[in-house]
Each structure stands twice: as C-alpha cells, then as structure tokens.
C-alpha cells in the first residue's frame, strides 16, 4: 500500500546531519555495471526489481535511484517512450509495496511528471534540466531536484574533456542552474548539486574535484557524488568492473570526510557501513 502522505512531503536529507546512501536500481539492459540484470529473457522481471529494491533498504538505503536509460560513456539515446516503460511502472511498484523514498534518474520532462504522478519523490538529472520544459515539468511537480554537471552529452562525453580549471568551471555551471531554477519558481531546498564524476571529466578532473569537494558547500545545498565502481577506479587500480568495490569505499569515505550529503552506489551494505565509520570519525574530528 503506498503512504497515506507523498514520499517526497518529508526528505530523508531534510533536518539529517548524517550523509545518507543511495542505491542505484538500473531497470536498464545496457547500463556500464549492471546492466541487464534485472531482466529475464530481455524483459523486466518486476519479482526480481522488488526483491533488489527490499535488500537495498534491508541493507540501509535511505533513498533507490531509479533508471531507465543508460548514462555510461558511449551510451545512445532511447525514445521517450522506452523511458517511460521502463520506469513509470517501476516507480508505480516501489511505491505501493515498499517504504522507500524513491528518486528517478531521468532528463527528460514526460518521464518527470509521470514518475511524480507515480510516487517519486526526487528527479536526479544528469543534465541539469536543460532538456527543453524540463525545468517547468519539475515546477509543476514540486519535487526536489539534484542538478548535476556534464560536460558533453554521453555518447561523446570521455572522448577528449577540456578544462582551464574543472573546479572553477564546474561551480560556476552548477551556480548558474540554480539560478535558473530558483528564477523559474522552484524552491531553493528543493535543489541538490552533482559535480559529475566521470561524466565529461579525466581522472585528473575526477581526482581535482573529490579533493575539493568541500568548495561546493559555497552553493549551500546538499552535495550528492557518484563515483560507484567508475572507471576512475580503474585508472588508479587496474580493476574490473566487478573487482572496484574497495576503490568505491575508499572514494565514498573521501566523499563523506569532504562534505558530501548523499553518496550513490551499487553495493549498499558495504556502503553504509564505510559511510557511518566515515561519518563517526568526522564528527569526532570536529
């Protein structure tokens, strides 16, 4: 049954001054990590989505990111249609079975407004809503926001990045899309901020921007970071896709000594456990 009040009246992130987990659920077929397995014979096992979702909020997830089109490097556009298949009805099953405040990873403005309609609680845009009506279509839904920066768009986002200074530029677009959203009426504790790792970005960038995490609290909103299995890792490490998991923990204890609010991974357990061990040792620095 779905709560008698919307997911998003009350955000996890709101009055917590602990950093939070998020867990990504990809109900894609391509997606760099995961993809594909929640699928059973090339369609959507929705049994094996719900049972995913429960061991994620077993394990401690405080929010499920949910997402149907593939943001990986190279990765092409689906249709609009295709994206709401995939995750409208997602959306519509987490909401009435489980207590979880559900965020949907999504640019485009139809997807938007059906997953609110649905029971999200939070549009995570890689784009920043800059997707023609996508920054009405979150005004009208009244959801909070997480903006996020890219340079480039996904097919051809790694080919050859470009940066005077990636702190600086990156801040300055994040600045800019608030303003934006805030001119446009969308209230301003309703934004969060992404810098993007590896979405347009080298490993110098990367690197650059989790060690000055801590300079995006000059935009006073809550800070989200990705970095889960990335290929960053693999850069430093070596690593395989499914071999990252230590370089995750250590990026997202980083992540936490350094401001962030919400970090955004695939394995949840170990993930909330290397944030709380953060998080404790933080507040006894302090």
Same mark, same amino acid.
């Given at each position: 049954?779905?709560?008698?009040?919307?997911?998003?009246?009350?955000?996890?992130?709101?009055?917590?001054?602990?950093?939070?987990?998020?867990? #990504?659920? %990809?109900?894609?077929?391509?997606?760099?990590?995961?993809?594909?397995?929640?699928?059973? %014979?090339?369609?959507?096992?929705?049994?094996?989505?719900?049972?995913?979702?429960?061991?994620?909020?077993?394990?401690?997830?405080?929010?499920?990111?949910?997402?149907?089109?593939?943001?990986?490097?190279?990765? @092409?556009?689906?249709?609009?249609? *295709?994206?709401?298949?995939?995750?409208?009805?997602?959306?519509?099953?987490?909401?009435? $079975?489980?207590?979880?405040?559900?965020?949907?990873?999504?640019?485009?403005?139809?997807?938007?407004? !059906?997953?609110?309609?649905?029971?999200?609680?939070?549009?995570?845009?890689?784009?920043?809503?800059? @997707?023609?009506?996508?920054? *009405?279509?979150?005004?009208?839904?009244?959801?909070? #926001?997480?903006?996020?920066?890219?340079?480039?768009?996904?097919?051809?986002?790694?080919?050859?990045?470009?940066?005077?200074?990636?702190?600086?530029?990156?801040?300055?677009?994040?600045?800019?899309?608030?303003?934006?959203?805030?001119?446009?009426?969308?209230?301003?504790?309703?934004?969060?901020?992404?810098?993007?790792?590896?979405?347009? @970005?080298?490993?110098?960038? %990367?690197?650059?921007?989790?060690? $000055?995490? $801590? $300079?995006? *609290? *000059?935009?006073?909103?809550?800070?989200?970071?990705?970095?889960?299995?990335?290929?960053?890792?693999?850069?430093?490490?070596?690593?395989?896709?499914?071999?990252?998991?230590?370089?995750?923990?250590?990026?997202?204890?980083?992540?936490?000594?350094?401001?962030?609010?919400?970090?955004?991974?695939?394995?949840?357990? !170990?993930?909330?456990?290397?944030?709380?061990?953060?998080?404790?040792?933080?507040?006894?620095?302090?």
């Amino acid at each position: 049954m779905k709560r008698d009040e919307p997911l998003h009246s009350s955000k996890p992130w709101s009055g917590v001054d602990k950093p939070m987990v998020m867990g #990504i659920l %990809n109900v894609t077929p391509d997606s760099f990590s995961d993809g594909g397995r929640l699928f059973v %014979n090339n369609r959507l096992d929705y049994s094996v989505v719900l049972q995913t979702a429960k061991k994620m909020l077993d394990d401690g997830a405080a929010i499920i990111d949910v997402g149907g089109e593939s943001t990986r490097p190279g990765a @092409k556009p689906i249709s609009v249609q *295709q994206e709401l298949d995939r995750v409208v009805s997602v959306v519509e099953r987490l909401a009435a $079975q489980l207590p979880v405040y559900i965020s949907v990873d999504t640019s485009t403005p139809e997807v938007m407004r !059906e997953s609110a309609k649905a029971g999200a609680g939070l549009i995570n845009d890689v784009r920043a809503l800059q @997707k023609e009506g996508a920054v *009405q279509a979150v005004k009208e839904t009244g959801l909070p #926001i997480c903006l996020m920066h890219m340079q480039g768009e996904p097919d051809s986002m790694q080919s050859d990045p470009q940066y005077r200074n990636v702190l600086e530029e990156v801040m300055a677009f994040l600045r800019a899309r608030i303003r934006v959203c805030e001119a446009a009426g969308i209230a301003p504790q309703n934004i969060i901020i992404d810098p993007g790792f590896g979405f347009g @970005k080298t490993l110098e960038n %990367n690197l650059t921007l989790l060690n $000055q995490l $801590q $300079q995006f *609290q *000059q935009l006073k909103k809550p800070i989200m970071v990705g970095m889960s299995r990335k290929s960053m890792i693999a850069a430093v490490t070596g690593r395989s896709v499914d071999e990252r998991l230590a370089g995750s923990l250590a990026l997202a204890t980083i992540a936490v000594e350094r401001g962030a609010d919400i970090i955004r991974v695939h394995d949840v357990k !170990e993930s909330v456990d290397a944030v709380a061990m953060a998080t404790a040792v933080k507040r006894e620095m302090i």
